[in-house]
């Protein structure tokens, strides 16, 4: 009997793995996003889809870990200095986000003839947008620390601390709440602060020495059982005291966010969090009831769609107010027009007080779940129907008719070396590039770049290509080096055209493309380096510069070979720093061997005589 349980377990644990492993890539080939695969395969192989899982309630519980760690990640990113700048976002932004949204979505469920205090308890749950889908779509799109994913982080904040007086509330309008007393609300407030401030203690005094005495042992597993300690201590801590486990996991990430030993814990959590996160997005899949959403169909499609165009247009307007842009204003709410995870626990505390009953609760959960699911459809949606933003060329010259005798494409850092040799021998550079800010603060340092994009041909022919004596690649991107090479050689063959190149690959195919002479950008910075890291260790300059000579006539015969054979190809130039024996000299001798006795000499005419 434990046999076939154990192998029922291991049979629903690789269900779920191949679940994740299949569906995602499938969801990301298509456009869809990693989330809505996750989603997805929680239906299919949830209670209500094959039945793999008969409940999943078990696992959304430890899923919800991943949300945990998630924004104990979040808080490592953000120190207390810079989370003290948010505070006006936090609490400003914020409030008056969550305030809007909920009279707004306690009017919809007022207007379709609801109680009011079922009308609030519904809404509310939906103001609450879920943390992970929405944190996990500004990691893909690396907006975290930008301006706009810095506001919409704040907001998030706002809302994790909201679901405290949210719960009090639901215990204020419970049927039997004139049970509860002021003096036992009071109390409950007063444990959460006192869990709050004892986190804060602790972090401040207490988790550096531990992990510095830990660090002292040297065992890498107990600084890994270290970090989960922390972070689930933590949300466990904010739990028993009435508030949420991610905001416990966040407060321990701000205090340890200056610790030496920050990159340390991030590494640890990571695989963690990764999987974790995957996991709740199955689990909330699963918890999708098809019975329900089939018997309710039509008040759970309205109320969807409701919900989300009265919550999307409460944070449009509230964006608007605050002076946000009508791009980022339209970004964030349709972003967070979705409930959230809270909603459940929210709903779960209404229906246990006997505010709402079973049904409601499904129909609700249902509802969010659905909303979390149209979410990315919605932001693949609304990269359709938006326009692209323009870049304003106010103050900006677009290069036509250019005459210099050397065409610069490219003026980052790597371009404004490049150009330097030439304006001090006085020789007339033309400069283009395609991107507006760097071409205005290039004009504050005396730089006159004009706007141009060196990958079509027509800027080519108009920034004075055909005219130049030379042209310098210097973009920083490798598939447009190879393109704009590309276009000159074959527009322009006698033109002398000089490229940077981003790697070896890089390199290889600016060769194929014809240019006179290419450039890995980091190699002759490296060389230099590693000379001085040589002289550093005491080696004489003389033996340095051999030495480095004798790296780059290796790295050119490795080359050559790769030219002809491939990329793989010349591995014998290397030298490793496996234990092997190496054959031949690092470098070849300034000096022959000279025997320093007889039996050594006789040795040596033998082998010259052979």
Same mark, same amino acid.
């Given at each position: ?31 869809? !996003?990693? &989330? +809505?695969?996750?989603?997805?395969? /929680? @239906? $299919?192989?949830?209670? *209500?889809? =094959? #039945?793999?899982?008969?409940?999943? !309630?078990? &696992? +959304?519980?430890?899923?919800?870990? /991943? @949300? $945990?760690?998630?924004? *104990?990640? =979040? #808080? ?22 969550? #305030? ?22 519904? #809404? ?487």
């Amino acid at each position: 009997m434990a046999v076939e349980t154990s192998g029922s377990d291991l049979i629903q644990v690789v269900a779920l793995l191949a679940a994740g492993v299949i569906a995602v890539p499938i969801f990301k080939r298509m456009g869809l !996003g990693s &989330i +809505l695969g996750y989603l997805a395969a /929680g @239906v $299919v192989i949830g209670p *209500f889809g =094959i #039945g793999v899982f008969s409940e999943s !309630g078990a &696992i +959304l519980h430890v899923a919800e870990l /991943g @949300v $945990v760690m998630f924004l *104990f990640i =979040i #808080g490592l990113e953000m120190q207390p200095s810079r989370l003290w700048g948010l505070r006006r976002e936090i609490f400003g932004l914020g409030a008056l986000q969550v #305030g809007v949204c909920a009279v707004l979505l306690t009017g919809v469920g007022m207007a379709g003839g609801f109680p009011i205090a079922q009308s609030f308890v519904a #809404g509310a749950g939906f103001v609450l947008t879920s943390t992970a889908i929405v944190m996990q779509l500004l990691e893909e799109r690396g907006e975290i620390a930008s301006p706009k994913g810095q506001r919409i982080v704040s907001v998030l904040l706002l809302e994790d601390l909201a679901i405290v007086p949210l719960l009090a509330l639901i215990a204020f309008l419970a049927p039997g709440s004139a049970d509860t007393s002021l003096s036992e609300r009071l109390t409950e407030v007063g444990i959460g602060l006192a869990a709050i401030v004892g986190l804060v203690v602790a972090g401040r005094y207490l988790l550096n020495p531990f992990f510095r005495i830990l660090a002292d042992a040297r065992a890498r597993e107990v600084m890994t059982a270290a970090a989960l300690l922390v972070v689930l201590g933590s949300a466990l801590a904010m739990q028993l005291s009435g508030l949420s486990m991610a905001m416990g996991a966040f407060l321990a990430g701000v205090l340890l966010s200056e610790s030496t030993f920050r990159h340390q814990l991030e590494a640890d959590i990571e695989p963690f969090r990764g999987i974790l996160l995957g996991l709740f997005f199955l689990a909330v899949g699963m918890s999708l009831d098809l019975h329900v959403v089939a018997a309710n169909w039509r008040l759970i499609a309205v109320y969807v769609v409701a919900y989300m165009v009265m919550k999307g247009l409460g944070i449009y307007i509230v964006a608007r107010v605050l002076k946000s842009g009508h791009r980022e204003a339209l970004e964030r709410a349709v972003f967070m027009a979705q409930g959230g995870e809270f909603a459940f626990v929210l709903y779960s505390a209404a229906a246990a007080v006997g505010i709402i009953d079973g049904q409601a609760n499904a129909t609700l959960t249902a509802i969010v779940i659905i909303s979390m699911v149209l979410t990315p459809l919605a932001i693949i949606a609304l990269r359709y129907v938006t326009p692209r933003d323009e870049q304003s060329l106010d103050g900006v010259e677009v290069a036509d008719g250019l005459t210099g005798s050397v065409l610069i494409i490219g003026f980052g850092r790597f371009g404004q070396i490049a150009s330097q040799p030439l304006l001090l021998r006085g020789i007339d550079v033309s400069i283009i590039d395609n991107d507006v800010e760097m071409i205005q603060a290039a004009a504050d340092f005396g730089f006159k770049v004009y706007y141009g994009d060196g990958t079509r041909l027509d800027i080519l022919h108009a920034a004075g290509a055909g005219r130049a004596r030379a042209v310098l690649i210097c973009v920083d991107k490798a598939d447009a080096a190879v393109r704009i090479a590309e276009l000159i050689k074959a527009e322009f063959p006698l033109l002398t055209v000089l490229a940077r190149a981003f790697d070896r690959g890089t390199a290889l195919q600016l060769i194929r493309a014809g240019v006179d002479y290419q450039l890995r950008e980091t190699f002759e910075s490296a060389l230099v380096f590693g000379g001085s890291a040589l002289e550093s260790l005491g080696v004489d300059p003389e033996d340095v510069a051999e030495t480095i000579d004798d790296v780059r006539r290796r790295d050119t015969d490795r080359f050559e070979t790769q030219l002809a054979e491939g990329i793989r190809a010349g591995q014998r130039f290397l030298r490793g720093n496996i234990g092997t024996p190496i054959p031949t000299p690092l470098s070849t001798p300034r000096r022959p061997g000279q025997a320093l006795n007889e039996e050594t000499a006789g040795v040596l005419h033998k082998s010259e005589s052979d």
